[in-house]
């Protein structure tokens, strides 16, 4: 079956260092896949998007990698801040469907200051 | 501009009871989905419209659960005889429509079922 992991637990790090989540899929071919933000009582904002024949995406203090052949992408937040603390979504989105998004269960940073 | 309006923000009802959910999308977006998400996970797909028609409903989990986008705007999500499990974040989002843009999200409206 299909399946989107993230990081099982919450990622507490220090203010400063580099935040680096982790998704996996397995049995999917993704056109692209994006990541978002939640912050608790809204709805996801989106970050940044990495199409399948792109191995590296930056924006800022983000960076995102996208590894077809590991079927897994890594999101990493540099000198990170506590504004930063939040639940980070994985979503893919599978080419000729509908454009809807898969999403992952996220997972809980928290950037101790 | 304005972003993705739902309202309510909440509702609460009791088993058994009919629910409508509206949805605003950002003016001029044709994509418009729908996703519901419970404690603890991701959103999950219920429904996608392009314009007025749904194109891919394969995410409604019951035949209880039905939505409309009458004039390629404004949508809702109808639930009739609603059970505590449909108790969740009902989320939009809407897109320009290319489907390969981000989509950008309501605050949802969070329903319980007594």
């Known amino acids: 079956s299909q399946k989107i992991e993230q990081n099982s637990e919450a990622l507490n790090i220090q203010e400063g260092k580099t935040a680096t989540l982790t998704c996996n899929y397995t049995?999917?071919?993704?056109?692209?896949l994006q990541w978002y933000r939640q912050d608790p009582g809204r709805g996801p904002v989106f970050l940044l998007l990495?199409?399948?024949?792109?191995k590296e995406k930056r924006k800022e203090r983000l960076k995102v990698t996208f590894d077809t052949t590991l079927k897994q992408s890594l999101f990493h937040i540099t000198a990170s801040q506590p504004a930063d603390s939040a639940t980070y979504l994985c979503a893919l989105s599978l080419s000729g469907s509908a454009r809807q998004l898969t999403f992952g269960s996220g997972t809980q940073l928290t950037v101790l200051p | 501009g304005a972003g993705v309006s739902q309202t309510p923000s909440n509702k609460v009802t009791e088993k058994g009871k009919y629910v409508e959910l509206r949805c605003d999308p950002i003016s001029g977006h044709t994509a418009l989905y729908w996703y519901r998400q419970s404690l603890g996970q991701g959103p999950e797909f219920l429904i996608y419209f392009q314009g007025t028609g749904a194109a891919d409903d394969s995410g409604l989990p019951n035949d209880r659960f039905f939505a409309v986008r009458p004039e390629g705007s404004v949508s809702t999500l109808k639930i009739q005889r609603t059970e505590r499990g449909d108790s969740a974040v009902y989320l939009c989002a809407s897109t320009t429509g290319t489907g390969k843009n981000e989509q950008f999200f309501g605050p949802g409206t969070r329903l319980t079922v007594l």
């Open positions: 049995n999917y071919s993704p056109a692209y």
């Open positions: 990495i199409r399948e024949n792109e």
